[in-house]
Nanobody, 113 residues
């Protein structure tokens, strides 16, 4: 079993940046693909595979957001640049290993002037 805890959300101005973190505990983090989602719309945001060699992004965030991971720290990150009001959402991370999926509680991101 995996426990996931997200952090790093908050209030940002349009054009600003935030970095989200998702720390995993309880199992072998490096064996899980990881994703970030927006809770309200269940919109996929970003994906990274187990060793970080493959990433994918929703079209709406390509070129602005970057997903990365540090398996030594059991952490996946989402660097969010050029934030826009429509990026406002609760963001949560998912750990995926085939038939086993785990979710965190989320961290709120609000983009407003």
């Amino acid at each position: 079993q995996v426990q996931l805890v997200e952090s790093g959300g908050g209030l940002a101005q349009p054009g600003g940046s935030l970095r989200l973190s998702c720390v995993a505990s309880g199992s072998t983090f490096s064996s899980y693909d990881m994703r970030w989602y927006r809770r309200q719309s269940r919109l996929f945001v970003a994906y990274i595979n187990t060793d970080g060699t493959s990433t994918h992004y929703a079209d709406s965030v390509k070129g602005r957001f970057t997903i990365s991971r540090d398996n030594a720290k059991n952490t996946v990150y989402l660097q969010m640049n050029s934030l826009q009001p429509e990026d406002t959402a609760m963001y949560y991370c998912e750990a995926d290993r085939g038939s086993m999926n785990y979710w965190g509680q989320g961290t709120q991101v609000t983009v407003s002037s």
